[in-house]
């Protein structure tokens, strides 16, 4: 499966906005998909995944503000983001995880995005 980022943008602290991670290839249903984000000079950290069932599962730093969410007739998974931080400025990636499970872990993520930036300032 291949997958196409977007959504990001420039935003104020506070604000709002909506990724979007577009799968092409047979089987998306079949996929766990994560959100991982790495800011500058920073290693890549994961942010939340979703898992087909779906059970989804969020990084401390954005429980409560970040919401994923999947529609597989649309080959597509969503993050929406609320209550936009400066530290939450990175790029942001979606990855897709044959094996279904909700997991952070960057190791069972097979196909990744090519990122989309997010850049949270006044």
């Known amino acids: 499966v291949q997958l196409v980022e977007s959504g990001g943008g420039l935003v104020q602290p506070g604000g709002s906005l909506r990724l979007s991670c577009v799968a092409s290839?047979?089987?998306?249903?079949?996929?766990?998909i994560g959100w991982f984000r790495q800011a500058p000079g920073m290693g890549r950290e994961g942010v939340s995944c979703i898992s087909i069932d779906p059970t989804t599962n969020y990084a401390d730093s954005v429980k409560g503000r970040f919401t994923i969410s999947r529609d597989n007739a649309k080959y597509t998974v969503y993050l929406q983001m609320n209550s936009l931080e400066p530290e939450d400025k990175a790029v942001y990636y979606c990855?897709?995880?044959?094996?279904?499970?909700?997991?952070?872990?960057?190791?069972?993520?097979?196909?990744w995005g090519q990122g989309t930036q997010v850049t949270v300032s006044s």
């Open positions: 990855a897709a995880d044959p094996s279904g499970v909700e997991t952070m872990q960057e190791g069972y993520y097979e196909s």
């Open positions: 290839g047979s089987g998306f249903e079949n996929y766990a």
